[in-house]
């Protein structure tokens, strides 16, 4: 039978390894094609369930990378030299070295996402796919599972820029803006400009001009005893952009402008305009506040 792309047949990617030939199995085979060794035992458990799941991902990578198998009761060696403490162990080879790895059983589809980080393979449309699943979270106000979306994005590619732009504005909106500060810094240097990264740093600007501003709960409930007050919205639409709840703080101040277009030297529209870059021009937030702040000035 042939292979497509001179891929290995079934039988040459999955192989039993041993201490005497690890050298040459993984170290040596690893400069060629990127090996993964499962470090298993015949008494455990959860390696009983892991290891049809990686072969069955080994094969359909086809070619891509192969599988050792070592069982430590019978090799111990090398397991003893890489620290394996508790099996499962996998360890992903490139090119002579370890690059990856990860201990205990997971999910199949994180075997998929291991083994399409070591080849390269598909990493584009996982990449799409949880930030989707970011966008979706986000959405029905689930920020647990929007982070943990952006976070397996990045470790499929750390320097995306719209995975580090969703999770420093996760921090933003949960109060920490040194740790979104932080976050941001992963981008490298050459994206540092980059339109979703700048629109983030604008919000962090645009919270720290805010911080002084007083708790949104309490200015909420003026504004609800009283809507005529103007300054305790415009103060409560501060306070929700120190939080990152620019929507909502854009809400506040079209209100305001609704109500009088050029109050205290016409503030409210200016801030607008900085939510509007905090939030990015292709946003809905500006695209829709735009239109809604149109209707307001020419009615």
């Not at 079934?10 to 085979?29: N, T, Y």
């Not at 991902?57 to 599988?67: I, N, Q, S, Y």
């Not at 449309?125 to 949880?130: N, S």
């Not at 720290?208 to 005893?225: C, Q, T, Y």
Request: glycine share 8%; aromatic share 6%; with cysteine.
């Amino acid at each position: 039978m042939t292979y497509l792309d001179g891929a290995a047949p079934p039988d040459a990617l999955v192989k039993d390894g041993s201490d005497q030939g690890f050298i040459a199995d993984v170290i040596e085979a690893s400069r060629a094609t990127p090996v993964i060794v499962d470090f298993w035992a015949p008494w455990c458990g959860p390696c009983k369930t892991l290891a049809p799941a990686i072969e069955r991902a080994v094969r359909a990578a086809g070619g891509k990378v192969k599988l050792v198998k070592i069982n430590i009761d019978e090799h111990p060696g090398v397991a003893g030299q890489l620290g394996v403490r508790s099996i499962p162990a996998v360890y992903a080879f490139d090119k002579g070295r370890p690059v990856d790895g990860f201990t205990g059983a997971v999910p199949e589809s994180q075997v998929k996402l291991f083994i399409d980080r070591l080849t390269g393979a598909g990493a584009d449309e996982d990449i799409e796919a949880l930030l989707e699943q970011a966008a979706e979270s986000l959405a029905l106000g689930d920020l647990g599972g929007a982070a943990q979306s952006f976070a397996s994005a990045l470790q499929l590619d750390p320097a995306n820029t719209k995975a580090i732009a969703g999770m420093a504005r996760l921090y933003l909106q949960s109060g920490d803006p040194e740790q979104a500060r932080a976050v941001l810094e992963m981008a490298p240097p050459e994206k540092a400009g980059d339109a979703e990264i700048a629109s983030v740093r604008a919000a962090l600007d645009l919270a720290a001009s805010s911080a002084s501003a007083g708790d949104s709960g309490e200015l909420a409930l003026k504004v609800a005893n009283n809507p005529g007050d103007l300054q305790a919205r415009y103060e409560l639409a501060e306070a929700l952009s120190a939080r990152g709840e620019l929507e909502s703080a854009s809400e506040q101040l079209l209100a305001i402008i609704a109500k009088n277009r050029e109050w205290n030297e016409d503030a409210a529209r200016k801030q607008l305009l900085k939510i509007f870059e905090a939030a990015g021009p292709a946003s809905e937030i500006a695209k829709q506040g735009r239109r809604k702040l149109s209707a307001i000035l020419f009615s």
